[in-house]
């Protein structure tokens, strides 16, 4: 650019923020859709390292591989420099950076790229397991409601099961809660909703059927008592007579 205008042009470029990249992942994903990566880290440091997202922080972002994941042929596809919309194919195997440590097969993406993960054979558990807890994120959010002692929103470890989110919520309330009827909500990737219910019991060990591994906006209810419905109850039954009860008591008390 400025050849013509100088005998020697000497330029430095200092990256002073690097802009964020935006990229596409769909197929055998918890999450699939459209992402901005970013970098975590927003200080300005000197020499701090430039921020490059990967192809694992991208499954990461999107909340991690499912049980039909192909780990062996995962696809990218980058669209080529010119005018003319053309894209290049590259294959990534997870399953040799996962198992060998080879990060060549932890690509750095490029802004426009698009992650096609596919359908695999089922394979066996424990390399299934091993694979999730490597490419799911660290944490999830999930959301604790009714009779606990602190309802709230909270961020925990990924896998967490349903049992320890509750004692993270505080517990359930002493014999305001229903510890035979806990309900797990979850947004299922076709956008229904599914409800689910569990008899709490702190001893279950983590299973699908008793003590479930959360996913990421999960929803935990912990339902009301029998005792504590009838209590309630008649409390609103009798709040209208509270103010009247407290006139006569005075005007009683006035009276004497």
């Not at 990256?15 to 055998?28: F, T």
Request: charged share 25%; net charge positive; aromatic share 6%.
């Amino acid at each position: 650019k400025y050849k013509n205008e100088l005998i020697r042009p000497e330029l430095n470029i200092k990256l002073i923020k690097p802009r964020p990249i935006k990229i596409s992942i769909v197929g055998e994903i918890k999450r699939p859709g459209f992402y901005t990566m970013r970098d975590p880290d927003p200080r300005n440091i000197s020499g701090k390292p430039i921020y490059l997202p990967t192809i694992i922080d991208a499954i990461q972002k999107a909340g991690g591989i499912t049980q039909n994941t192909n780990l062996k042929e995962v696809i990218i596809s980058r669209k080529l420099p010119g005018k003319k919309i053309s894209y290049k194919e590259g294959k990534v195997n997870l399953l040799d950076l996962i198992f060998n440590g080879n990060h060549l097969q932890n690509t750095i993406l490029y802004d426009g790229d698009i992650i096609k993960i596919k359908k695999a054979i089922k394979m066996p558990s424990e390399i299934m397991s091993l694979a999730e807890a490597n490419l799911s994120p660290k944490n999830i959010t999930v959301s604790v409601i009714g009779k606990v002692e602190n309802p709230q929103k909270m961020e925990i470890p990924v896998n967490t099961p349903l049992n320890q989110a509750i004692l993270l919520a505080g517990g359930p309330i002493a014999w305001k809660s229903n510890k035979n009827n806990v309900e797990l909500v979850r947004v299922n990737r076709n956008g229904t909703i599914s409800k689910k219910k569990f008899k709490l019991d702190f001893s279950e060990n983590v299973s699908n059927e008793n003590n479930p591994p959360l996913s990421n906006n999960d929803i935990i209810r912990v339902k009301s008592s029998f005792i504590n419905n009838v209590g309630e109850g008649l409390a609103t039954i009798t709040k209208p007579f509270s103010n009247m009860v407290t006139a006569v008591t005075l005007y009683k008390l006035i009276e004497d």
